[in-house]
Nanobody, 120 residues
């Protein structure tokens, strides 16, 4: 199993970025996937999750209405579209693969992360 994030960078307050998580070594459609983030000195926190087959999604309150998680099974890639970015969104963003179809299951595999920095 491999997860490789990309798409991070420096963006101004109010801007947008789209993160990608390229996956390999498993059938993406059969597993839930999540995006987490970790800011300096803080715990890693959930951002958004998508169930197997892309049937359901869920978002943390602090990104709801601004971020969209999606998956493209043909490309084996999970995306996180981030709009209306705020300085408090600055963090390293990680994608994780759940062990079952729903995001309530454990994550055993993580990517290396991609840095997102939002300037004020």
């Amino acid at each position: 199993v491999q997860l490789v994030e990309s798409g991070g960078g420096l963006v101004q307050h109010g801007g947008s970025l789209r993160l990608s998580c390229a996956t390999s070594g498993f059938t993406l459609s059969r597993y839930a996937m999540s995006w987490y983030r970790q800011a300096p000195g803080k715990e890693r926190e959930l951002v958004a999750s998508i169930s197997a087959y892309g049937e359901r999604t869920t978002y943390a309150d602090y990104v709801k209405g601004r971020f969209i998680i999606s998956s493209d099974n043909a490309k084996n890639t999970v995306f996180l579209q981030m709009n209306s970015l705020k300085p408090e969104d600055t963090a390293v963003y990680y994608c994780g693969k759940h062990v079952e179809t729903m995001w309530t299951s454990a994550i055993y595999y993580w990517g290396q992360g991609t840095q997102v920095t939002v300037s004020s």
